[in-house]
């Protein structure tokens, strides 16, 4: 009867954790890249170029998010640190190229960047600064080139269809570890290729086997549009 009230408390503890956004620590990072062919060929997004003008036809970064093994994850972890560009002035011309935003109206980033800091990255300000958060995230999209992986394979943004098992095969050729593809749908209904997810260990050093992958699949066959 003891341990199941200590269990009990523990359980409770972490839930009020949780609702409070107080991070306990997390246990590995998705590292989630987008085609932006995909997010501005859907009706569920509406798309606005950055400022800076259009952005390359590659994969670019939506976020380093902290995650737990149970598929759960912790969130806005700090409200008292928010973003500052300055702390991370000399990584802003890399963040416009490869971590671009497409939402609406057109901007520079910096709403975006803020969002995916103080949502996800205060979360592992333990052992990431600010600085040291957006340069690890600019770091593994060096490190994991998944357009050339695709291309490698014959897989190419052409507006064609392909199988998502090859596309995973393509992709785990390219970086050594299993990624697991979101999809949505384009403005006639089809499945298309629209995320990649990647693991990283908690230090964001290292590619891992994912611990658990996100809910929810795509069709067998999903189409690669252009950009």
Not at 78 to 93: H, Q, V
Not at 144 to 172: E, R, W
Request: charged fraction near 15%; charge should be negative.
């Amino acid at each position: 009867m003891k341990f199941k009230c200590l269990a009990l408390i523990n359980f409770l503890v972490l839930q009020c954790l949780a609702i409070l956004g107080v991070s306990k620590g997390f246990d590995f990072f998705y590292f989630v890249q987008q085609w932006p062919g995909s997010y501005c060929d859907s009706d569920k997004f509406s798309c606005c170029y950055p400022t800076t003008g259009k952005p390359a036809a590659d994969f670019s970064i939506h976020g380093l998010w902290p995650n737990y093994r149970n598929g759960s994850y912790p969130q806005n972890c700090d409200p008292n640190n928010p973003f500052n560009e300055s702390e991370t002035s000399d990584l802003i011309s890399s963040m416009r190229r490869n971590w671009p935003s497409l939402s609406c109206p057109s901007s520079s980033g910096e709403s975006f960047w803020s969002h995916e800091w103080e949502k996800h990255g205060t979360c592992s300000e333990s052992l990431l600064d600010q600085h040291s958060y957006f340069q690890t995230a600019l770091t593994l999209r060096q490190q994991t080139n998944i357009l050339q992986s695709l291309k490698s394979a014959g897989i190419i943004p052409d507006g064609g269809s392909y199988s998502v098992a090859n596309i995973k095969d393509a992709i785990k050729n390219g970086t050594g570890y299993t990624p697991w593809i979101e999809c949505n749908e384009d403005s006639s209904g089809n499945s298309q290729l629209y995320q990649v997810y990647l693991c990283v260990d908690s230090s964001g050093s290292n590619l891992i086997e994912c611990p658990v992958f996100p809910k929810g699949k795509c069709g067998s066959e999903i189409e690669f549009p252009t950009f």
